[in-house]
């Protein structure tokens, strides 16, 4: 595997890479910043397979540093921006980071003895570096930790065949054209960005790189046909939708597909963007995959509605136990995509057994092999002996026309153990019966919520993802 | 690394995989006559690792045996139907072939144990038969002999990860789409063909196959949007462009490129090809390589006249001994395509050397990293101490209006050692003092043929290309 940085430099020098803040750089000009920026870490210490934690916004200065340190071979460890001091010291002391880079604005968040922002690397001596020529296809590219999960955060290893291997299949899927643009507004430090990093170097794609989601820019883009693709979860899609529609934009015949992950798409969301000619991929994914396993074409987005498509080339998808089709079970990953494992306290825990990742989601896969993923294993409400499923209610709740997001989470309950209970973001008022009386319509009704709580926002995690394992707090007590 | 065959059913069922003939298959379709065919291979007795030899044309038949073969995980030896019953007898004591299969009409070529035509296959009971889900990337998937070289023919193992990479890093290099159709008429038996059907399986392509190259047939196609891609060597280049001339035709704009190995092309092709909207890539690779190693962009075919490119993404060249760009060397090259190495007579001949082929052709990168392919080092001609390239005199040669095609080799001489002698093939009549006049004017007084001589054709082997070596027999004796 030759180094990336190295052979599109070499390959495709005059292509743009990376676009930010409306500058523009070509893979000759970021590499000749990222090897001169490589020497300055050597400067300071930095060596092959040390591990340097890295805590930024998503910004070109940010790319040019993780690059600089893929050139010197380190294992990045990719700090979340959004976590507090003490989530933040968890991580450098689990990943025994010897090295932290952390942008001025964040520093002051960091406790360690080898902190340096940004910019006192490029004050640090230029020394002579020479990056390999090659990478070791098993060597630690990155390690992020899992958020979502009860318990501590765990650190996971994805390799240079990991990320290698998810840029190859999602290539086999989507397609790759030499003028593809990716505008990135997901953040770099997690895996969502970050893959969109690998897919410029592996592909000679660019990326047009953005600090924070701001829809207006973003529709502006595809629809002027600035950009071929985007990254998005539900909520962004949503604005983004919106903007489209206030402006009275559609998609540019250029642009290709918005990537949709982080959960099942609301079905009104995939009728306007089809009304837009916005053509939407749902995908499944996860850290420990190093983005997408399965993806749904846009072809399928209508008929398959709700599905996460099939797995994409490299990799196989079963669901634990199941016998046939619809049976739900949990969803176990095979593939060169998979993460080897984790570090520090999690690193004797195996990632896989007999090569296949238990994802901690339930699915199923229908008649055809589409995977259906139904909700986080550890979010199952069970209720009389019932299984319920959060999304189920949550995806009853958003048809509402009153209902702008819901949240759903299991509450103790004398007597069944466990009973569903809500919490909605309002478009409009509603009153609390009106939203039970709907549900009784469309849902069994041991599944309607026996609470309905209306809060202002849900909380999310870095990834966007509803934790709703916090909507608890938002009880009242007693 | 999944089997090929059932991901290609899973993931896209629907979707057109082969045309032959008028007819179309989908990779269900297809998938399932190999499947039913593997079935009956393993009631001949075929088990996984055999060797198995298959002599046959570029037919949909061979299509779905070579399918069928790779369900059963078989050691497939591809031979040339050219070859004459005692070539192919070396080659299947060589390589110790277990069964062979033969299209009926060449079967009578063919002396062994366990013979078979294609239809005898289709006699064989049914038996219970489950392909693995997965394949062993390190694997040998096919064996082909290499023509051209002194002495006897090597049998050259082609791995699935060979195959594969080779097939990843064209995508990243031509690009890849759902609607991608490549027109076939190489045969199949060389990795030019071979390649096409591993594409078509990794990406989920469609393949427009041909028993024969019929220039009118393919024009049409390319004009029509048939199809997106054509693999071609010069000769098949010049009949196309005097077809798509003659009958002012353009390539479609669904075209995407024409890739061009086996040598360089001529000027006047590129020329003529870029009037007619047809994008040209040449390329370089041999079988040892699973097909292209390097690549030059259509966008580059003019200001890069006769080079073949860069490598493409995975892979690595170097110029044996040149210590700066210009020099000229042996071409060495790296990466995960290159052959793991031979079989029989040859096994125990390392294929590399510290992961370095050695190509046994001439070569220099410019100063921008781009390939330019002087010769074949065997056909180099040593003349008085000074080395000549017998392409460079051929590229003179074919730049005559009266001259067709030229091809020149070494003969034995008193006074210099080795001198120069030229066979053309002429378009119109001329005389052979102003075929030397005219490279007077344009070469290096001891580069100019001793001699001249009128043939009606080129010796070419089974790949099309021009055998120099058999060029000393046009000479008249004493």
Redesign the interface.
Known sequence: ??NWLL?RA??TPHREALRFEGQSWTFKEIHEEALQLASRLHGLGVKPYDRVAILGYSTKELVVLLYACMHVQVELVLLNHRLAPDELAYQLTDSAAQFVFADKRLVTAIAHEQVHTFDAIHEAPLTSFTPA?LWQKDATMTIMYTSGTTGYPKGVRQTVRNHEASA?AS??NL????DDCWLCASPIFHISGFSTLTKSL???MTVDLYEKFDAVTAANQIANGQVTHISVVAVMLGRLLDVLEAQGQQAHARFIVALAGGGPLPERYLQRAARLQLAVSQTYGMTETASQTATLGAEDATRKLGSAG??L????IRIAGATKPFEKGEICIQG?HVTPGYIGRFAARPATEDGWLASGDIGYLDDE?YLYVVDRRADLIISGGENIYPAEIENVLHGHPAVLEAGVCGVEDDVWGQVPMACVVLKQAVPMEELRAYCLQKLAKYKVPKYFYVIDTLPRNGANKVMRRKLIDYRPQG
């Open positions: 595997m030759p052979q070499y390959l020529p190859l290539a086999l397609g790759v054209r030499a592996v592909y000679g099939k797995p080339f490299f990799n196989a060169p092999g």
